[in-house]
C-alpha cells in the first residue's frame, strides 16, 4: 500500500492539484507521476468535494439542463446503453431528437446501470473552474467526467485509460481495485481494447497495488496504463474522474518530424511504381531517408520546435469562461483606476521586438515596443490598475488596456 508522503511548503501553492493530492506536491511529482498509484485520504486533503459536484448536481444536469449526448454515457457491467434508450426530442420549441430524457434515465439507473456525465468541465461551473485551475496547476489539459453508480453495481470491468486520472470521490463507497499496467505508459491510439486478454489475465491473477474503498472526500491518482476497475457498495456512489491528457515524448517526436516538411529533399517522390509493403524496396531507400531525417534532427531549434507545439497544445484547454455582456460593458466603462488582470487559464507569450508580439493560443497581436514594459506587465498575471501601468501616460494606458480587454487577454476585476 503506497504511502502518502509528507506534507512540504506548497501546500497553499497549486491549488487545484493541492485537493487532488496529500503530502509535498515536489514529491508526487518526483515519485508518482506517472509510475505509482496514489491514495489521499479525505483528512489529509484540504476539503471535500461537495462544493465542486453533488448529487443534486447530477440531478439537475439530467432533468433541467436540457442535456445533449455525448454529454451522457449510460453502462452496466462493462455494456454500453445506445443513446436512443435515454433520449428523445424535448417538446414543443426544441425538437432536438438528442435530448436526454430524465424518465428513461432513472428507469435504467433503478434497474441497476451506471450514468456517466461527460466533459463536465464545460457544462458545470464548479468544473469548469476547477478544470481550468487544474490545468494550469498540471500544465497538462483536463478534462472531468462523472460516474454515478447505484448501490452493489459496477459500470465498466478491469481496463486501462490513454491519460492519467484523479478520483475524487463525491458520494457513498466505492471499492477501487488497481493493478500494475500490461502495456506501460500507453499513448491514445493504444487502447486498453488492443490488450484485452491481457488485461483480463492480469486482473484476474495479479496482486493489486490499491484495493481500497473510497469514502467522501478520499482522492485516488491512477497513472495511464495503470488497471482499475470499481464496484459501489451499500448505497449510490458517485466520483469524479479527472483525466489529465498527458503531454509525452512522443509528442516531441511527432512534431520533430512534422518539421521534417520543411526538407526539400524528404519531400520527394518515391519511385515510379514503388511498393511500400515491400521489404527489400524499402531496404534500398531507408538509409538514405533515415540520414536525412537525422540531419533534419540535428538542425532543429528548440525555438523552431516550441512554436508548433504551441500551436498544438495551447488551445487543449479553455481559459477561464468569459461573460459576453459583462466583459463589454467592463471594456465601455474602461477608466483610470479599473484593475484588470490576465484571463485565467489564457496561454500566452510575449517577444520583445519592433514591433512587440503578443503569441496567443489561435493568433498573434502585435504592438508599438514603447508598451513593452506595460504589456509584461499585464500579462503577469498580477492585479494591474489603469493609470500605473510603467512607461506610458494615462491615455495610452487606456488604449493598451481596452485593445486587451477587447481581445480577451485581460479581464476586470469583479470580486
Known sequence: MTTVPEAGPLRDERPALRRCVAGDLDEFADAYWGSRALLS???????????????DAVDELLSRR????????????GSVVGDSQFTGPAGAGAEIADQVRDDKVAALFAGGHTVVLQALHRTWPALVDFSTQLAADAGHPVQINAYITPAESQGFAAH?????????????????????????DPLRNQPWTDHARAVEKAAR??????????RPGDALYVPRGFLHSAKALGGVSAHLTVGLHTMTRYLLVQELAALAADQASLRTALPLGFDPGDPEQLKQLLPEVIELFTQQLQTTTPDALAERLRRRTWSSNRPAPLAPLAHAAAISSLAIGTTVRLRPGLRCRLIPGDPLVLELPDRTITFPPNTTAAVQQLTSGADCKVGELPALDEPDQLVLVRRLLTEAVLVTDTR
Open 41 to 55: 485520504h479525505a483528512p489529509d486533503l484540504p476539503a471535500p468535494y461537495d462544493d465542486l459536484f453533488s448529487l
Open 66 to 77: 436540457g442535456l445533449r449526448t455525448p454529454f451522457l454515457r449510460i453502462a452496466k457491467n
Open 160 to 184: 486501462y485509460d490513454v491519460h492519467d486520472v484523479f478520483v475524487l470521490q463525491v458520494a457513498g463507497e466505492k471499492h477501487w481495485t488497481v493493478h500494475e499496467p500490461v502495456y506501460v
Open 205 to 214: 491473477e495479479n496482486g493489486p497495488v490499491v484495493d481500497e474503498v473510497l
